[in-house]
Every structure is written in C-alpha cells, then in structure tokens.
C-alpha cells in the first residue's frame, strides 16, 4: 500500500482512524498512521473512538489459556533487574540502596530502621533473612501481622532458570508450611502465616513452576534462615 | 470475574508499578487477550510470543489508560489487535488464502445473538447486519481474522482501490449507525 497517510477533511482523517483500527492497512500505513496517533491528541481520540465502536465483535474473541511459561517468561523480562516485588520492603531497601550489598548488610540496615521506625510502634514486624553458605541465593522478607502477606525480596542468586522458587516456615512441631512463591504469586498453607513468629526456622527451595505439587518441600533447599521478631 | 471497574483500578494500580496488581490483571485478562491474538496470528508459538510482547506494551503504558475514554477490556484488546496485525502485516511472503463462503457462513445467528440485539454489545450485529453481505463480510474478517486490504481485494476479486472506496464508505456508514 503506498497511498499517502494523510487526508485533507475530517470524514477522510474518520475513515483513515477507522482502516488503522479494522486493522486493514498495510505495514507502512500503519506505521505511520500509529506515529500521527502519537503527534496528534484529536487524530488519537477518533482512533481511540472507533476503537470503541468496534468493540462489540470482541466477543467473537474466545478465551484461551495461555502456557504458564509465557507469565515465567514475562517476569523474567520485566523484572529480572528489580526487585521481585514492589511493596514497603523493596521500597525500603531500593532507597537504603543496600541490597545489593548482600543479605547481612540488607537486614542489619532493615533491622535498624524498623526497630527505630517510630511511627507505629504498637505493630509488630517480623524480618526473615534467607542465606547459604553453598549457594548465592539470599533473601530477605517482612512480615506484618494484619498488614497482608510476607514481602520477599531477593538478594542475590538471581531468577532460577526452570521452577520457581518457595519460602516455608517450620511450625512448632517442625513441619514445613508453605508462604508461596517468592514472587508472590501463589497464597501461603492455612496456618502459615501463623507460624511466623520470632525464632522460627525459615527455609527457600527450588521447586517446579507454580511451587511444590505436594505437601512440603520436593526440591533442593538453596538457603535457609531464622525469623526475627522487632 | 472482576468487573470493568476492577480491570481500570488494576491498569491504574500498573500504573504506578504496582506489581501485585500486574499479576492479577495478568490472571484475569490473559486467556482473553491470548485468545485475540492467537486468532489473529493462527500460530500457537507466534502468539506466546506475541502476548508477553502486548503485555510488556500493557506495562509501559497503562498510565497512558484514562478511565474516561473506553472500557477497560477493549482498551486492552486494542493493545493485543495492533500488535498482532503489525505482525501480520511484517510477514513475508503470501498471505494464508482465505475462504470467504465459510467465514460468512459460520457465525450463524445464535440465540445470544437474538438476545443481545438490543444491547450495547448487539449494536454492531444490528448495523453490520444493515451493510451489504460481502462488506459485512469484510469488517468482520478484518477485525477477528487480520486480514489486509490485500487479501480482501483478492479474494472477491475485486481491484484493491475498490475495496478501499467501499470500506471505507461501509465503514463511516457503520459509524452513523452506531451513532443513532
């Protein structure tokens, strides 16, 4: 297609927003019609009204599942550099600009600023810190009783290149329940969160994609750590 | 299933780089948007490919979302339809030959169909349905097949400058109609 993209009146500019949106243009066209898009605010909105228009054949779309591995992947993509999760924790330590520094360094500055975090000083905060002496991974999480779930943020190893990786919690009795995926994307064993409290083992180990399939652990463990109760 | 609403707080919430809220509006609106560019791309691997591209383009933009502008879905939709029709349109060599008989005969009128007629969501159905067969025919091969004035001229067999005229002409109609 080699027509010129751009149309002296307003029914033509209408008809052209309309062919960008059908989807009918060739690569060329579109390109160009896509930059005047992001030129012009008014030649945007008649796209973004046919849009609008047309939405009603979206139904005709059927629902497919996509393969757990595009998510994987995807994560990867976007969050390799980051921290895993952005919440307080990874807020806190992205402005202490520690965590690259390593897990000992992370939660000593942690345990500083909340121990002095005057602020709400009725609420209790758990830290864990994961580390090992044979791997490079580390961790660190935070917990607050009634504020949501465990925070984890990684301190090193990097993303594990199949499985994803799982944070368990021993309860009194020594058996492991589960806290989730590290990236917060499956919800802690009933109980779980309960077991949390100062002194209990925690633990992280690498298991297929969406976390173990049974109950407890079925991978290796690559590090292991202690809750702190602040 | 989460209402539109929902859908806008959580591309609000992308916004700000809140990743919880990714992976829930991942969770709620990937089969659909894996659904429109499969359809489109008709390439399983291509499309795998293609989602994780629409949802990096969701990521970076959804603070360009305005709750005031369309639904939430079909905003999303739009994102997965550009990016699967460009690469469509980056493919070399000929397009897959299309068969028009059995596109035209295949969306039989359903009994959704006769229900929603009224509705918002029939609105389309009711002025595609005002349109010339064949031009109605093209819209929606356009729309949920990707397919390119290119093969739309081929395959009735009609010059590709006709086509335009009449696609165009169909289409401001369509808009009138929607408009009433």
């Not at chain 1, 898009?37 to 909105?45: I, L, P, S, T």
């Not at chain 1, 806290?179 to 633990?203: I, K, N």
């Amino acid at each position: 297609m080699s027509e010129p993209t751009s149309y002296p009146g307003p029914e033509d500019d209408d008809a052209l927003a309309a062919e960008y949106v059908l989807g009918v243009l060739g690569a060329e066209e579109r390109a160009a019609v896509a930059a005047r898009a992001a030129r012009e605010a008014g030649f945007a909105a008649r796209i973004a009204a046919w849009e609008g228009h047309l939405a009603g054949l979206d139904r005709h779309f059927a629902e497919v599942a996509p393969p757990a591995s595009v998510k994987r992947a995807l994560d990867r993509r976007l969050f390799a550099d980051a921290a895993p999760r952005s919440g307080p924790l990874s807020r806190l330590l992205n402005s202490l600009a520690l965590w690259r520094l390593g897990t000992l360094a992370a939660v000593a500055a942690l345990v500083l600023v909340l121990a002095t975090d005057l602020r709400r000083p009725q609420e209790l905060t758990l830290v864990l810190s994961l580390d090992s002496a044979d791997t490079a991974y580390g961790f660190v999480a935070l917990y607050r009783p009634g504020a949501g779930g465990v925070e984890v943020v990684q301190t090193g190893g990097g993303a594990p290149d199949d499985g994803d990786l799982e944070l368990w919690v021993f309860d009194a009795a020594g058996a492991p329940l589960s806290l989730g995926v590290v990236d917060g994307t499956t919800p802690p064993d009933p109980g779980a969160l309960g077991a949390l409290v100062d002194g209990a083992d925690v633990a992280v180990t690498l298991e297929p994609p969406g976390g173990s399939r049974g109950r407890g652990p079925q991978g290796p463990v690559v590090a292991t750590g202690r809750v702190i109760g602040l | 299933m989460p209402t539109p609403d929902d859908i806008s707080r959580l591309i609000a919430r992308v916004a700000l780089a809140d990743r919880p809220a990714f992976d829930s509006l991942y969770a709620h609106t990937s089969a659909k948007l894996f659904g429109v560019v499969l359809r489109l791309l008709n390439d399983r691997a291509e499309a795998e490919d293609a989602l994780q591209e629409v949802f990096v383009k969701v990521w970076q933009r959804a603070d360009r979302y305005t709750v005031s502008g369309a639904s939430p879905m079909s905003w999303l939709i739009a994102i997965a339809r550009n990016h699967a029709i460009d690469r469509l349109r980056a493919r070399r060599g000929p397009a897959a030959p299309i068969d028009v008989a059995a596109e035209i005969a295949d969306p039989a009128p359903s009994p959704e169909a006769a229900t929603v007629a009224a509705s918002e969501r029939g609105r389309i159905e009711n002025c595609l349905g005002r349109l010339d067969t064949y031009r109605a025919w093209a819209v929606r091969a356009a729309y949920l097949e990707g397919h390119s004035y290119r093969q739309i001229a081929d395959r009735l067999d009609v010059p590709l400058n006709t086509v335009r005229t009449w696609l165009r002409r169909s289409l401001l109609k369509l808009r009138q109609c929607l408009e009433e």
